[in-house]
T-cell receptor, first 111, second 118 residues
């Protein structure tokens, strides 16, 4: 079993839809949870960074962490074609030297 | 803030050539830099971790003599792919963790280097 599981998709939605991206994990020591966005042929860009359980909102993006279920989510409201990218979840136990990445979910938002 | 610059963005070279990739932290000092490899439609594979002034720590299965890493200053790390062959063709990405204000932030990534070996 992988430490971090993420459905690679691809996921295709119409413009304006609410997108839900998810990851599950097995290591209960993880406390820091990140979402990165990666456009084609570019490096990952940090989108959201949360600690422990709870929600965090930034514009159209909301990150949720449920440590009891070992489940994290990223919601994108009013999705735009410019949101089309691969979304990677990542997590660490506290030392950001040791991050574990999901496989990434490819998202396409169609106009 | 927290900008990581990687150069070159794309390199094509003949088999047997050695290729150097630079990773720079532009607006912060990076205590630790990381080198990843990414194949098409796959996630990031950590190759090695480097700390300024010390030898890099390589992940299992990564050839140290093949992938030479030098972290000579707090703002620069280099990856040299020695005697590159077509199977070394990939997307190489660096990331960095900073000091001070940036010490509690996750890794910040460069834009990657696409390496094509003919």
């Amino acid at each position: 079993q992988k430490e971090v599981e993420q459905d690679p998709g691809p996921l295709s939605v119409p413009e304006g839809a609410i997108v839900s991206l998810n990851c599950t994990y097995s290591n209960s020591a993880f406390q820091y949870f990140m979402w990165y966005r990666q456009y084609s042929r570019k490096g990952p860009e940090l989108l959201m960074y949360t600690y422990s359980s709870g929600n965090k909102e930034d514009g159209r993006f909301t990150a949720q962490v449920d440590k009891s279920s070992k489940y994290i989510s990223l919601f994108i409201r009013d999705s735009q074609p410019s949101d089309s990218a691969t979304y990677l979840c990542a997590m660490s136990a506290g030392n950001n030297n040791d991050m574990r990445f999901g496989a990434g979910t490819r998202l396409t938002v169609k106009p | 803030g927290a900008v990581v610059s990687q150069h070159p963005s794309w390199v094509i070279c003949k088999s047997g050539t050695s290729v150097k990739i630079e990773c720079r932290s532009l607006d912060f000092q990076a205590t630790t830099m990381f080198w990843y490899r990414q194949f098409p439609k796959q996630s990031l594979m950590l190759m090695a971790t480097s700390n300024e002034g010390s030898k890099a720590t390589y992940e299992q299965g990564v050839e140290k003599d093949k992938f030479l890493i030098n972290h000579a200053s707090l703002t620069l790390s280099t990856l040299t792919v020695t005697s590159a062959h077509p199977e070394d063709s990939s997307f190489y990405i660096c990331s960095a963790i900073g000091t001070g204000t940036y010490s509690n932030q996750p890794q910040h990534f460069g834009d990657g280097t696409r390496l094509s070996i003919l």
